[in-house]
DNA sequence: GTGCGAATGTGACAAGCGTCACCCGGGGGT
DNA sequence: ACCCCCGGGTGACGCTTGTCACATTCGCAC
């Protein structure tokens, strides 16, 4: 019997998956987590053998939670269940020691599938994922990460310097840089290619 | 017995979401659609008594089908499942006759309730959301709209005016207008704006 | 110490952006 | 015929962006 922890914040589609491994005759949902912290908390009171989490959630993210695990070494397998098929995402997720990253467009079969796999020991990453996650490396740093992000909601060069402790200029250039790697016309598009790739 | 297509673009939610509606005893799910155009077939093909689905999807949009059924004066009902809180979404979709407009973070258990209803001939609309909707109208023209969404893809004003057939000068007048209504410093920021009140 | 390389600043320039006041031409009312 | 509204355009103004070449400072390696 595997048993199963259940962390997504969609309701419905926590409850829908939740049936849906129900289903499986060696599969047990102990119990659900609608945000990040719920999870954290129900992990170390259930113990499950398995924690089953999206990424983007309230409170922490599924990819913090997996951190934490692997930081305490817990003996819990994790599983990434998530919407974006963001390299840098999986990069991340792998980092963190997950056992398992899927995504939500895949037959829902393979949850299961995965579930199984991962409790023996073994891996269970999404095919095409894994082979563009190690393709193209984030080519951002800590730096213009922040300010592409901050550029990204709307924020100018004067919001984003006073908000930092930079100077007006620097921001330009940190942004100039960053266009430049990311081969954008400007802020906006490079917002948008580098948030695409999960480099956010 | 309620006679159930469902149309959802993520195959995991959707798998898991047909598990959910099967365990009901009063509900069958006749087939699952991955996209807009499948569904649109399907439905001509099983002639459902309800169509659940999402509205965003490849091809066409869970609003554009509700809008198709009503134009053509078929006899089912269709229900809308989503994740986005949009008041301009829930209005068009009231626009097109929707019977039902639920978001995927309400509990797992309304939706078949609100099958049930909505197929006695009810509405089943998410509450709060209903209360939002029409208190605030959509302050664009179908040019800003049109001229926002594409300075949201990083374009500028003479790329925008070259795909349009417009002068540079009359781009910025237009943005320089949306900016306004939307009491916003900047396109990025106008452009978040719209987009989370679903006005695109 | 000397030297190198990050990280941050500066100043200048051209291009793009946001705003505004105003112009033009074609429908519709009346 | 008149006016007025509406979609679109013009030109000018000042500010913001994107780029680049060149400082400054600090820390680390040797």
Same sequence: chains 1, 2.
Avoid: C
């Avoid at 491994?21 to 719920?38: F, P, Y």
């Avoid at 963001?86 to 037959?107: C, I, S, T």
């Avoid at 620097?170 to 999960?198: C, F, H, P, V």
């Amino acid at each position: 019997m595997i048993r199963v922890l259940l962390a997504e914040d969609q309701a419905m589609v926590r409850g829908a998956l939740s049936a849906l491994l129900n289903l499986e005759s060696d599969i047990e949902v102990l119990g659900t987590a609608a945000d990040g912290e719920i999870a954290w908390r129900e992990l170390q009171r259930l113990k499950p053998d398995v924690l089953v989490t999206d990424i983007e959630m309230p409170g922490l993210t599924g990819l913090e939670i997996a951190q934490r695990v692997r930081r305490q070494e817990l003996p819990i397998k994790v599983i990434i269940v998530t919407t974006f098929a963001r390299p840098g995402f999986l990069r991340r997720a792998l980092d963190a020691g997950v056992g398992g990253y899927l995504l939500k467009d895949a037959p829902a079969e393979n949850l299961a599938e995965a579930l199984r796999t991962v409790h023996r020991g073994g891996r269970a990453i999404d095919p095409q994922l894994a082979l563009e996650a190690w393709s193209e490396a984030d080519p951002l740093n800590d730096r213009e990460r922040q300010v592409l992000r901050l550029a990204g909601e709307g924020q100018s060069a004067n919001d984003i310097a006073t908000q930092l402790n930079l100077s007006h200029g620097t921001i330009r250039n940190y942004l100039s840089e960053a266009i430049g790697k990311l081969g954008a016309a400007n802020r906006i598009e490079a917002y948008r290619l580098a948030r695409q790739k999960g480099w956010l």
